[in-house]
């Protein structure tokens, strides 16, 4: 659900009209520094921006838990301490008086992060005066030392009702939203501003909102995961059949099948052209069986509790896939060249029953709906499912996932570092993995787009690498740690 910032407004004026705000203050600037954890486990530097309401308050509150625990914290207020509300110069006393955890002379790189707590949900308009020179220091910052910025329910300067950035609003790398997150940030482009999404969940009543969208967070993920019996053999676990690769385009297909692999299919099929067997064969995990198949009559006949087709087919693949994918009661992934030939081929679309999932990144999407390119893609991606009847994964940075009848989702996870060839090759088999242990098409995307960017997180954090030199493979191998994670309540 998507709230309105007056409405959360009110719903907050109204739960506190008779409590005292402090201790939701506490609890939220405590799993506000939890999320900075995940990202920066080690201490580090932090620079609070704080203004002078509530939003500064809780930054406190987060410096106050980082500097506990090792970290060297400074502060830069846009009014003064002096000008500090009531509640926000008591935490800023907490802070003050907090003894300074760790050895804050040990040496060795501290990565800087830049906590936004310039202004909250009750600022109007574009910022002005002190508020405006505050964020544009903190932005020159985060260029200037290649620093991350964590905002504190949103970035300030960003109107979180509309999506509009006004001069100088903060370019935020992780926005913490409180309660619920706004209607603006699943406004096109607003992942600029937003970076990724982390829920901070307070037991605060929320008010009417939006129900027919939704971010994707561990909190509405986890209660579809589904949990293994016991008793069960590597059938019941899913059969998996990927119809995958040729000349030139070997890694596509071992990379999918990677992802179905570590995704927790039961049994995984590789299905290649002959020509390419022997490399795939020798670079596929040991796990997989890959086989060779010379049409499409041959894939349909083997056991498949769901087949992915497309990763690296090339532009004439095998005879019968249009028969196939219109055809074959199993759920498909439809993915690559398979899309491709979807596009080419308006007759066999149209012929494709519902029980299957397309994952187009935007240039295929661009070609299987003429003229779509530079649409908004929430306003596609729901006009699409309605008209096919079909699910789509829409890639991007703020992946979209829609079906006839469901809420639109939008994934949270991931950054940057993902901009690399090969990332969906593994959620094509990831997201066939899923189906085949009984997700239905929506959850499988919706699970899968999240896994994945979490598996990405969680490579570029414990491989403490730059993003930009992240692999696929790393992302894969990393799958089990974010299943993990979604399991573990806790996690963002």
Known sequence: MLV??????GAEREFFANRDPEPWMDEAGRLCAAAVLDVFPAPSRAALYCGKGNNGGDALVVGRWLKRLGWIVEIYFSDGPEGLSPLARKKLAEFEAELQGGDPGCPGPRPLVLIDGIVGIGAKGDLRGSARQLAADLNARRIEAFATVFAI????GFD?????????AVIADYTLTISAPKTGFAVEGAEHHVGRLVEIPLDIPLPPGDESR???????LRPRLRRRDFGMHKGDAGRVVITAGSP???????????GASRGGAGLVTLCVPSEIYPIVASKAPPEVMVRTYRNFEEIGVLSAACHAVGPGLGPTP????????????IPVVVDADALNFLAREPKIFSRLPPARLLTPH????????PGSGSGNRSELARSFADRTGLTLLLKGARTIV???GRPLEFNTTGHPGMASGGMGDVLTGLCAALVAQGQDLHDAASIGSWLLGRSAELAKRDLRIAGESLSAVMVAEHLGNALRDLQTTGSI
Not at 153 to 156: K, R
Not at 318 to 329: D, I, R, T
Not at 362 to 369: I, N, Y
């Open 153 to 156: 329910d949103l970035p300030s």
């Open 402 to 404: 829609a079906s006839p």
């Open 248 to 258: 030139g385009y070997t890694g596509a297909a071992v990379l999918s099948a990677l």
């Open 214 to 220: 939704r971010f994707l967070f561990p909190s509405n």
């Open 318 to 329: 095998g005879a019968g896939m249009g028969s196939f994918l219109a055809s074959s009661a």
């Open 362 to 369: 935007p240039g295929e999407m661009a070609r299987l709906v």
């Open 160 to 168: 979180a009702d509309t999506g509009h950035a006004g001069p100088d």
């Open 4 to 9: 309105t910032c007056s409405a959360m407004a």
